[in-house]
């Protein structure tokens, strides 16, 4: 059966750190031995998206690349190498493929897709390229959280925030979906209380718009944490003294009701001499 390998991207004109997809189309019988390699480029990050799939006589396989540089982007070429076509199928032979030159190795090609990339505003982060960006920043007692959330971009290089305070936590990571990338940052510190924590601004590029946009976290205002945990108990203090107090008051009742019994129980002289 013969072999052909074609390659297409969804976009051909992009800015920096705008990702886009690039498909690998294979047509081979279905008990085909084959390697496949990635595009590369010396100015792209490329991730694979999922795994290949095989699907009315051809075999599928996506990836995203993410320029990193302006102006032409150099992808290299998808290669594949095949060792075997027939009904004979050996699962791992496409791991071998190439060590395996006995078998007759036979390599194709696919042709490179043109791609531009535009430079991105130098006021927003080049890597932030996004169709949308959230960032909320909450308070439990005497620890900030932050989490931010970015859709259609790269991430792992969302920067850390800058808050005052001990880092007791951070993480990112990245989730790659059909529907693009969607980049996650977590990050807490430990602050001192009577403090007002101010704005904070996180500049992205919108994809879609092609302009550069700011997230804004409102100002947070962290409580002197000693005066909330004194005005926390004081009701509690207020309410242990009126017991003391009313215990006390039963007392002293208890007392003058026993003294005014004996006193009735005293003999009087009513006929004195």
């Known amino acids: 059966m013969s072999f052909s390998i074609l390659s297409s991207i969804n976009r051909d ?26 595009p590369m480029a010396h100015t792209a990050v490329t991730l694979r998206l999922d795994g290949l799939r095989y699907e009315n006589g051809q075999y599928t396989q996506q990836y995203i ?14 290669v594949a190498y095949v060792s075997r076509m027939g009904e004979n199928y050996n699962p791992y032979a496409q791991f071998f493929a190439r060590e395996q030159a006995d078998k007759g190795l036979h390599m194709f090609q696919s042709g490179v897709p043109a791609v531009q990339v535009r430079p991105a505003d130098s006021g ?45 936590h951070g993480h990112a990571d990245t989730e790659i979906t059909h529907k693009g990338i969607i980049g996650r940052r977590s990050d807490s510190w430990r602050v001192q209380g009577n403090t007002v924590l101010p704005a904070l601004e996180v500049k992205w590029w919108d994809e879609n718009a092609g302009i550069c946009r700011v997230t804004q ?57």
């Open 13 to 38: 004109d992009v800015f920096i750190g705008q990702s886009f997809i690039y498909t690998v189309t294979i047509k081979a019988d279905k008990y085909t031995d084959f390697t496949l390699n990635a």
């Open 65 to 78: 690349i993410i320029p990193v540089q302006a102006g032409p982007l150099e992808l290299g070429k998808a």
């Open 124 to 168: 927003c982060l080049p890597w932030l390229v996004a169709t949308d960006v959230q960032a909320v920043r909450k308070l439990d007692g005497d620890v900030v959280a932050m989490a931010i959330t970015a859709y259609g971009q790269l991430g792992q290089l969302i920067e850390k925030p800058d808050m005052p305070g001990m880092v007791i």
């Open 217 to 273: 976290v409102p100002p947070l205002y962290v409580p002197n944490l000693v005066d909330a945990k004194s005005a926390l108990h004081q009701p509690m203090m207020w309410l242990v003294l009126g017991v003391l107090a009313m215990k006390a008051s039963l007392f002293v009742i208890f007392v003058i009701m026993v003294r005014n019994y004996f006193r009735k129980k005293q003999p009087r002289d009513l006929y004195p001499l």
